[in-house]
């Protein structure tokens, strides 16, 4: 969902679609009127493969932790999540945020599969003529079969280990293995910054951000709770540390709308919407109807990214192909 000093953010150890899983039939076992102890131990009758997981989250809740607690001390719930769960706590709405969280987790799985299964078919294509191309000089007698192989897979393991560094170089220099060379700064620096990426970046974590809020405020917690745990939904510790003289100022009495104002991140037309939410005593229904229209005009975009990936992969491929010929 301070920060001059830069705080590391808790990273669940599972994946999207195993957590996408895990709060469906925690919503399931819910509306059955199991409680939360009670449908872990099912889950651990039900589902053997997942006992890794759910035994030391059935370990802290024994010791007494709370449930948003004890998941994220497991590792099975990230910041985001465990702020969300421990609204429900308070409120007694586990239930409602079992569902969301399902759904948002659902939403990126649907988005993710749709993605790779476009992208399969560029990738062979791609290793076809990461063959075909060195295929001549083979029958022409001017390169050995053993050259042609080496050839071929060695670079098929240069452009996949580019693609893989380019997908992680991010995580492990801000999180990850990498992060002891100081670079973290720079590299959340630089998502706020370059073009394109920053606009793409920072309108879904400010999306997540009032989503986690609005959930917290329908489950009935108090804004001067909400505020500072929806902020752990923004994963970019600079664009979070924007977001401190609004909850200076909202601890000092003011008004949401006039705090996310000074935000020059914040949108326009978001401000004006808050504003009516609050005058009107329905800033949850208000943020979550504003979120939902947002969010729909993100999953467009993210659907014409789906679409545009396989044809960008198709082009490079058919320039490289090309070229290759030309040079015969």
């Not at 079969?145 to 995580?171: E, M, P």
């Not at 073009?195 to 951000?209: E, M, V, Y």
Request: aromatic share 10%.
């Amino acid at each position: 969902m301070a920060l001059t000093n830069i705080k590391q953010s808790h990273q669940s150890v599972i994946s999207i679609e195993y957590r996408a899983d895990f709060y469906l039939q925690l919503a399931r076992l819910d509306e059955a009127g199991f409680p939360f102890l009670q449908a872990i131990e099912l889950l651990l009758k039900t589902n053997k493969t997942s006992r890794k997981h759910i035994l030391p989250l059935q370990k802290f809740l024994k010791l007494g932790n709370t449930i948003a607690d004890s998941g994220y001390k497991a590792g099975l719930f990230n910041d985001f999540d465990k702020a969300l769960l421990q609204a429900g706590e308070v409120s007694g709405n586990l239930g409602i945020i079992y569902k969301q969280l399902a759904r948002y987790y659902g939403q990126k799985v649907k988005r993710q599969k749709k993605i790779k299964s476009q992208c399969y078919l560029p990738i062979v294509v791609l290793i076809i003529a990461l063959f075909f191309q060195p295929l001549p000089a083979l029958i022409l007698n001017t390169l050995s079969g053993v050259d042609y192989l080496l050839l071929s897979l060695g670079r098929l393991f240069k452009i996949a280990l580019i693609l893989y560094v380019g997908f992680n170089l991010s995580f492990w220099l801000t999180l990850g293995k990498l992060k002891f060379l100081g670079l973290k700064n720079l590299v959340y620096s630089v998502q706020l910054k370059f073009p394109f990426i920053s606009s793409w970046i920072i309108t879904r974590q400010l999306n997540a951000f009032l989503h986690s809020l609005g959930l917290m405020l329908a489950t009935g917690l108090p804004i001067l709770e909400a505020l500072p745990k929806s902020l752990n939904s923004i994963s970019n510790p600079m664009l979070k540390n924007q977001f401190d003289p609004v909850v200076l100022a909202t601890q000092q009495g003011g008004s949401l709308a006039d705090a996310l104002g000074d935000i020059k991140v914040m949108d326009n037309q978001a401000i004006q919407l808050l504003l009516v939410g609050e005058q009107s005593g329905k800033l949850a229904k208000t943020l979550l109807h504003y979120v939902k229209i947002e969010q729909e005009k993100i999953d467009l975009q993210d659907d014409l990214l789906a679409e545009w990936i396989p044809r960008i992969l198709y082009l490079l491929v058919s320039i490289w192909i090309a070229g290759s010929i030309i040079n015969i």
